[in-house]
């Protein structure tokens, strides 16, 4: 199962080590990032595929400790709602 | 492969614009249940709800989770319970008390289906049915209840319309410690549609399926934001964008109805494409149509910005799932829609405006707080004129008025949550009682002959 990890919040250093360290010690397999500044907010996109290592929920709960940590919001959604709304 | 600005669209509707899925509606058929007795049928009504119903709130939580999109509401509608009381007429109580239980201890906020269909005749325990309405809605917190009383295909039965006035003013007498508000659970319709996922409204028409999960969407926010930055854009230009995003959510909708259906063992049924406003800044269908360039909603105009968003929407909709029903429309409660209330409270909109915008989007005078003296025949002719506008119009309308006991124009009245506020709205002075008092039938009109 793939999600999508979207990570929003004030540019700052150490934000993709937090995430990429979070995810690893869930064994989740990041397979494509890509980071950009938007309207002044460092934003972060990754494709992380879960196996049946974790369900999304629980990823979810551990994210979410880590974007406060960090001062970010992350939000983790399986891809096909992103596959549902943008492709026909 | 999804782009980057395609992630981001979709994180920023629900984070910032309030998109959510209104509410997963489970249709459950209570036809199994007909027993011989009030209080057989009404242990067998909560056994069944409490055994087909028993995950929606789970399910509803962890799909929430899972694609990130909130679920607001969890409900259940039944086959109209007029149909299962038949034999022991006089019982019916029981059943709505069951049925309140069974909402209760699910943890959904409402349960819909207390309804009788009349569009034609009534019968003798159809009649004990809708005199019950005043005191199954006093007695129970979460049940709905909605009433048929004409077609396109029948035409209007005016001697249920007489008595729904009488109902309507009785209900809001017996919640009057509440203002009313067992009004706001009351919906009188003219072609009501058998999968509508919406409260008050929603009952488990006899044609579907036993049990079936229908998906209201919502997003007035996101088709505001969407059009937001389109100053000077021509009217097909803004047409064509809410048709774009309608699409989008929709998509969404379809998604989680199916993966719903799928781990509820029921039917995907439908998804119902209603704007639906809540209260909160930011999702307001009046904000939309003031945002296409009207000082406020009211305002000569308004019918026809709500016509072209109402069918952009649909456009949008019907693209993107093969399976739109319900009401699909957008809705105008007014106590429901901080863009509505306000115009209410400037006096920028009135119930005639409102009546003439039902002929061109779903669903009805919605939601409208009345003065308490408002004679029953004058609640009984605007449920008339607005099953006129439906049956002429082959569309569905509906009436949920509350007549706030001891209030007058002027006043305004707290129903909280997503039942919001609503000032006082002026009703004509002039009287209908003798129409209203000849009773009999509105024949079918012309064109329901098709055969």
């Given amino acids: 199962m793939k999600a999508i990890v979207s990570v929003i919040g004030k540019d700052k250093s150490g934000i993709i080590a937090k995430v990429s360290s979070a995810l690893a010690n869930k064994g989740v397999n990041i397979e494509d990032i890509s980071q950009t500044i938007v309207q002044g907010n460092f934003t972060m996109i990754m494709v992380c595929d879960l196996a049946d290592k974790i369900s999304i929920s629980e990823l979810s709960d551990a994210l979410d400790k880590t974007g406060k940590d960090a001062g970010v919001k992350i939000y983790v959604q399986h891809e096909d709602i992103f596959n549902a709304m943008h492709t026909l | 492969m999804l782009s980057k600005n395609e992630i981001i669209e979709t994180v920023n509707m629900v984070e910032k614009e309030h998109l959510d899925i209104r509410t997963i509606t489970m249709g459950i058929s209570l036809l199994p249940c007909v027993r011989e007795s009030a209080d057989k049928t009404a242990a067998c009504v909560y056994d069944r709800i409490m055994q087909k119903a028993e995950n929606i709130v789970s399910v509803a939580e962890t799909l929430s989770k899972t694609y990130g999109i ?13 149909l299962i009381t038949a034999a022991f007429s006089g019982g019916e109580i029981k059943i709505a008390k069951s049925l309140d239980r069974a909402a209760k201890e699910l943890g959904i906020d409402f349960l819909g289906g207390y309804s009788a269909l009349v569009q034609k005749g009534m019968t003798s325990y159809e009649r004990k049915f809708l ?15 909605s009433v048929n009383v004409g077609s396109s295909k029948t035409g209007i039965n005016m001697d249920a319309v007489s008595l729904l006035g009488k109902i309507i003013k009785e209900t809001a ?3 009057k410690d509440r203002d009313g508000l067992g009004c706001a659970k009351f919906v009188a319709f003219c072609n009501a549609v058998e999968d509508n996922p919406f409260m008050a409204g929603a009952f488990h028409g006899v044609g579907e399926g036993e049990t079936v ?7 007035p926010g996101v088709v505001h934001h969407a059009i937001k930055n389109m100053a000077g854009a021509t009217i097909d230009e803004i047409a064509e964008t809410i048709k774009k995003t ?7 909708g379809t998604l989680i109805a199916r993966e719903a259906a799928k781990r509820l063992n029921a039917e995907f049924g439908i998804v119902d494409l209603s704007l639906a406003p809540t209260p909160v800044m930011g999702d307001s269908v009046a904000h939309i149509l003031e945002e296409i360039g009207l000082s406020s909603v009211g305002a000569h105009g308004t019918t026809a910005a709500l016509a072209l968003l109402n069918d952009a929407v649909k456009k949008g909709g019907v693209m993107a799932s093969s399976n739109v029903g319900g009401l699909s429309g957008a809705f105008i409660p007014v106590s429901e829609d901080i863009g ?19 002929a061109v989007c779903s669903v009805g005078i919605d939601m409208v707080a009345i003065p308490g003296d408002t004679p029953a025949s004058t609640i009984s002719a605007i449920i008339a004129d607005e099953a006129a506008i439906g049956m002429i119009n082959n569309k569905t309308t509906a009436v949920r008025v509350i007549p706030v006991p001891n209030k007058k124009v002027g006043d305004s009245v707290e129903f909280g949550g997503l039942l919001g506020t609503a000032p006082i709205m002026k ?3 002039e009287s209908a009682d003798k129409f209203i008092a000849r009773g009999g039938r509105i024949p079918a009109p012309i064109h329901s002959n098709k055969n």
């Fill in chain 2, 70 to 82: 909130p679920i607001i509401n969890k409900r259940i509608s039944v086959t109209p319970v007029s």
């Fill in chain 2, 427 to 429: 009703v004509s002075r």
């Fill in chain 2, 340 to 358: 509505m209330i306000n115009a209410a409270n400037n006096g920028a909109i009135d119930i005639n405006k409102l009546e003439a915008m039902t």
């Fill in chain 2, 173 to 175: 007498e017996k919640t």
């Fill in chain 2, 246 to 252: 309608a699409f989008k959510i929709t998509r969404a």
């Fill in chain 2, 131 to 145: 005199e019950s309405i005043p005191e199954a809605l006093a007695s129970t917190d979460r049940l709905c209840s």
């Fill in chain 2, 213 to 219: 999960i229908n998906v209201g969407v919502s997003g």
